[in-house]
């Protein structure tokens, strides 16, 4: 059985696929994250995925390598992780009382053969008065989180209601990409 | 300012409310459950928050006590804690495939204004192979939970997709029981 390495530096995805029962390594690469312009949001998250996924199976043999990236859209424009509070503060502004999607792509590679696949969650925020948002702010939550929130922390009651899978909102959908890496 | 009590040995529930910033003791009751036969599902989540939640606010002054009680629901019939491993299996077998509720009453009382209110998450298993059960049942997960198994454990791997709020299924709808707090 090859090993499987997981290409990411996430401690949230290192922790679902350990509570999902998998055994794996972690090897993280500075793959160029650069998307052109006008590229769909699902395909610019698999892209990535698979170029995370592909730079780290360069650098091990017999391996599985998993790569993922997750991003958060909404009326067409993608979410990164916020440059400074005030950004933070206006991502958090432009989503509030609204339905977003945060999409996880994901790329099994052994540096041969290569299956991608994205999934797609929505999100519905509660409408959020500017003291909850700079509240949240203050936390510093924010920071290093597309989309300038993170469900499972101190987020968790910012969110009304979501539509799919949970774990593809935290960073991985652990169970499709469990079922993945079995038919790999 | 009230002092919050939370009336549940959940470790999950007191995980939840500590991850949303709220400060509360716990005290637990020992409640009778038992819940007249032909009761809406919602009803009997309700009904069970609210005795569990006035059990401990008569042993407590100048409280709010949160009650909550989360149920597993298919075909109009309430999935409870398995009895045994058996039951567990047969629970899962009856889940796979196909989409389920999860409800989560949720009771606040200070022993004399009472508010409750009820959450519904859908959740949609994945088709389940009788090898695929027989391996979580062995893990003991499912247990000590309702409906035999934890969406926010290794049964993480059992879900496809879910409606709703994702914590109301761990067995705390966190965001709502936060705002209604606050009102209270």
């Known amino acids: 059985m090859k090993k499987i390495i997981l290409a990411s530096a996430s401690p949230r995805r290192k922790e679902l696929l350990t509570t999902a029962g998998v055994e794996f390594e972690v090897l993280v690469s500075d793959a160029d994250e650069t998307i052109p312009d006008g590229t769909a949001p699902t395909d610019a998250a ?7 996924s592909l730079a780290v199976a360069e650098k091990c043999t017999d391996c599985v390598v998993i790569g993922a990236d997750t991003i958060v859209v909404l ?33 099994l590679t052994d540096g041969n053969k290569t ?31 597309a989309g300038a929130y ?6 968790c009651v910012l ?26």
């Open 46 to 52: 698999m892209i990535t995925a698979e170029k995370k």
């Open 75 to 107: 009326d067409g424009k993608i979410l990164g992780k916020p440059k400074d509070e005030a950004d933070a503060a206006s991502m958090l502004r432009f989503l509030s009382g609204r339905e977003h999607e945060v999409i996880t792509g994901v790329c």
């Open 115 to 145: 299956e991608k696949f994205a999934q797609v969650s929505r999100v519905k925020f509660y409408e959020l008065t500017d003291g909850e948002i700079a509240a949240y702010v203050a936390t510093k939550e924010p920071m290093d989180k």
């Open 150 to 155: 993170g469900i499972q922390g101190k987020g």
């Open 159 to 184: 969110v009304e209601s979501i539509e799919g899978d949970y774990f593809n909102i935290v960073g991985l959908p652990v169970a499709a990409t469990v079922r993945a890496l079995k038919k790999f």
